[in-house]
């Protein structure tokens, strides 16, 4: 653990870096940190932080600036949060005050994006609930079947599993009569669990087909567009930190295009409670060690239905984004349950 002279010259240094980007001196820390310490001794404690991989020497200075472990303490234990301005805040509230949750969560990425001047998203909701009203699998090739689900509310999904074995179209008529007879009006989840049930006592293919069916009918297509809202994120093209390294720019862009990876993000970070950091690649999702993510779930009703964020460069400002975040979060779950 850095003792607190050690604390205090990190957390400037990590302040003057964010603010600037540039490497940062003895000399700087000397006069910004408020310690009495001669510049020998911030010298060594300079020394003692690169050691323990906190802060690092870039070949073209003598300064130092922090790296991805210097974030993370910085975030978990030195950083002082600012509180939003009033001005903000009924900015917030003025924006998400739709009385359509899709505006809502529309209005929510741009409002992320625009306040931070970096790439807002907001997941969308997963569909849940709904009960069946019909299924139907039709043969289209071998072991290929598209289902037809229709729900009770009039959304009909169309989903191509690809089946253990062929059947013949009876067996798929069959297995179609089957389910509408028994599990009509059912949700998902209840088709699921009596599935589990009575698993020993139906016929083991159309079991096997059914569930396909279902797990099927409960993803969300890789590539899919409409499962999170991004908002801003050619606004990272400005971001000198970002925009230097192509190649994995171009990598953080391939992502927001299939958006597959940043779902596996959002919905790990909708587990957690409160706002979350995920600083360079600890995420294991983001391409940039120079990139960011700041997350936070919203809620309806007291359920949790998705989470939101900013994605931007590693200097970023935290103590204005983290609250920024939450904030959305809490108004847009606050507006969700009015609706």
């Given at each position: 653990m850095l003792d607190k002279r050690a604390q205090i010259l990190l957390k400037t240094l990590i302040e003057h870096y964010i603010s600037d980007g540039q490497p940062v001196g003895s000399r700087t820390l000397s006069v910004s940190s408020g310690l009495d310490l001669s510049p020998a001794s911030i010298r060594n404690i300079m020394s003692e932080l690169e050691e323990h991989g906190f802060i690092a020497s870039p070949h073209t200075s003598a300064g130092r600036i922090p790296t991805q472990r210097g974030y993370r303490l910085f975030v978990d234990s030195l950083l002082t949060v600012q509180p939003l301005e009033s001005e903000i805040l009924r900015r917030l509230e003025h924006e998400l005050s739709s009385p359509d949750p899709q505006e809502l969560i529309n209005a929510a990425a741009e409002l992320l994006s625009n306040m931070t001047h970096f790439a807002g998203l907001v997941m969308i909701p997963k569909r849940q609930g709904a009960a069946f009203r019909h299924i139907e699998f039709l043969p289209l090739s071998d072991k290929r079947i598209l289902v037809i689900i229709v729900?009770?509310?009039?959304?009909?999904?169309?989903?191509?599993?690809?089946?253990?074995?062929?059947?013949?179209?009876?067996?798929?008529?069959?297995?179609?009569?089957?389910?509408?007879?028994?599990?009509?009006?059912?949700?998902?989840?209840?088709?699921?669990?009596k599935l589990h049930e009575e698993l020993q006592q139906m016929h083991s293919d159309i079991t096997r087909l059914m569930t396909a069916a279902l797990d099927a009918s409960s993803k969300t297509a890789d590539g899919s567009k409409e499962s999170v809202v991004i908002a801003g994120e050619r606004n990272l093209l400005n971001v000198q930190d970002l925009s230097t390294n192509v190649t994995s720019l171009r990598k953080l862009f391939e992502i927001f295009e299939r958006r597959t990876s940043l779902m596996q993000?959002?919905?790990?970070?909708?587990?957690?409670?409160?706002?979350?950091?995920?600083?360079?690649?600890?995420?294991?999702?983001?391409?940039?060690?120079?990139?960011?993510?700041?997350?936070?779930?919203?809620?309806?009703?007291?359920?949790?239905?998705?989470?939101?964020?900013?994605?931007?460069?590693?200097?970023?400002?935290?103590?204005?984004?983290?609250?920024?975040?939450?904030?959305?979060?809490?108004?847009?779950?606050n507006a969700l349950s009015h609706t």
């Open positions: 729900t009770t509310d009039g959304a009909v999904q169309n989903r191509i599993i690809v089946a253990d074995k062929p059947y013949s179209a009876s067996e798929l008529s069959q297995a179609s009569n089957f389910f509408n007879q028994n599990y009509a009006g059912s949700t998902l989840d209840e088709v699921k669990k993000l959002l919905d790990n970070s909708q587990r957690a409670a409160g706002v979350q950091i995920f600083i360079g690649g600890e995420s294991g999702y983001l391409p940039l060690d120079e990139c960011s993510m700041v997350t936070a779930p919203y809620q309806a009703n007291g359920q949790t239905l998705g989470t939101l964020g900013v994605i931007g460069p590693t200097r970023m400002a935290y103590e204005r984004v983290i609250p920024i975040v939450d904030i959305t979060a809490k108004l847009l779950s």
